[in-house]
T-cell receptor, first 114, second 111 residues
């Protein structure tokens, strides 16, 4: 597609429940990134993929968070046993290939943990 | 880790004014920088992309500059309009290809 598609737009989970977010990158883009936006404007990098391989996971919390990008499927970000502090907007971005390329963002998934 | 600072945090101007948003960073080893616009409850719209070898980029009423030696970038908006009201974010791509964001400047253009 011509835009990064994220689903769902909104997700509400009770504490301790699992949350799974999806991202379809722009067709032909090799890199996928996940960011977490907490409070108003604080963006935190979580993880990136080069095709289906993890490229950089230095921002991923070691526990409860996992992500995948499998061939011919949307990428996913899964949070096991959600906590109140996981409430945030999760953005997915993709870029074409090298470090010189710009990033294109999806509309985000707003996760609310109650 | 890249530290990115945006000044001012908030700005209110009357329609028609020219304005400058500032962004500073601590690490000159960047691939590129992007200026984004975020409307409330929405995603990020890329406004301008400047490669590390470039000094500036222009698109319509927007002009962004990059000075790696001083660790600064500016976004210039000419003849501001109420539709320009949004949060403007700068972000630098580091060696891991991830973006390092500032906290944004919230702009309000009043009619």
């Amino acid at each position: 597609g011509e835009e990064v598609a994220q689903t769902p737009k909104h997700l509400v989970r009770g504490e301790g429940q699992k949350a799974k977010l999806y991202c379809a990158p722009i067709k032909g883009h090799s890199y996928v990134f996940w960011y977490q936006q907490v409070l108003k404007n604080e963006f935190k990098f979580l993880i990136s993929f080069q095709n289906e391989n993890v490229f950089d996971e230095t921002g991923m919390p070691k526990e409860r968070f996992s992500a995948k990008c499998l061939p011919n499927s949307p990428c996913s970000l899964e949070i096991q046993a959600t906590k109140l502090e996981d409430s945030a907007v999760y953005f997915c971005a993709s870029s074409q290939s090298s470090g010189q390329d710009g990033a294109f963002f999806g509309q985000g998934t707003r996760l609310t943990v109650v | 880790k890249q530290e990115v600072t945006q000044i001012p945090a908030a700005l209110s101007v009357p329609e028609g004014e020219n304005l400058v948003l500032n962004c500073s960073f601590t690490d000159s080893a960047i691939y590129n920088l992007q200026w984004f616009r975020q409307d409330p409850g929405k995603g990020l719209t890329s406004l301008l992309l400047i490669q590390s070898s470039q000094r500036e980029q222009t698109s319509g009423r927007l002009n962004a500059s990059l000075d790696k030696s001083s660790g600064r970038s500016t976004l210039y908006i000419a003849a501001s309009q109420p539709g320009d009201s949004a949060t403007y974010l700068c972000a630098f791509k580091d060696s891991g290809y991830a973006l390092n964001f500032g906290k944004g400047t919230s702009l309000l253009v009043t009619p």
